[in-house]
């Protein structure tokens, strides 16, 4: 019992449309998003120097054996400026290889606020967050995600104005 194409009921208007498409809403004022946005930039840029450092670092300790350190007394006698030696070759200086991971450590956990706060103003599903967070972990992505996002923001301010908040 197939009915015929003119006897199919009728699709009813768009205003009287049980679920209506969800409007898009903001966070936040525009100066706000605009002010997370450039917090995360600066977030990632940070991060992504540092993630590169971090790389150089991995390539040299465990690619040939050198650890960078600052300061100190070389084992054969004489002033240690800066120097890329083996592990124990360098007494009382500071090790720049550590220092380089646990500053990494703490500025990837402050990239991770500053795209909590842009993610939370703009509304975005939680895959973005997620997609963006991972930015700060692999070399050379979090310039490209910054440049996305940036890109995306913007976009997305300019394709409604209406739903962003005025205080």
């Known amino acids: 019992m197939s009915q015929e194409p003119s006897q199919l009921p009728e ?3 768009a205003e009287d449309d049980p679920m209506p498409t969800r ?10 998003i605009r002010a997370a ?13 540092m993630l590169l450092l ?18 100190g007394t070389h084992v054969a006698g004489g ?8 592990e124990g070759q360098v007494t009382g200086g500071v090790n720049v290889s550590i220092a380089v991971l646990i500053a990494h450590g703490w500025l ?20 973005q967050f997620v997609a963006i967070a991972l930015g700060g972990v692999v070399p050379f992505l979090s310039f490209v995600m910054e440049a996305r ?4 923001v913007e976009k997305e301010l300019a394709k409604h104005p209406e739903a962003v908040r005025r205080y």
Do not use: C, D
């Open 11 to 13: 699709v009813p208007p």
């Open 54 to 71: 971090l790389v150089v670092e991995m390539i040299l300790k465990y690619g040939f054996k050198l650890v960078a350190y600052a300061g």
């Open 23 to 32: 409007q898009r809403a903001f966070a936040g004022t525009a100066s706000q």
């Open 149 to 152: 996002v940036h890109h995306q």
């Open 79 to 86: 002033s240690n400026i800066f120097s890329l030696v083996q």
């Open 37 to 49: 946005a450039r917090f995360y930039k600066v977030a990632a840029y940070i991060t992504g120097v």
């Open 108 to 127: 990837y956990v402050l990239y991770l606020f500053a795209v909590f706060l842009l993610w939370s103003r703009m509304r975005w599903g939680l895959g």
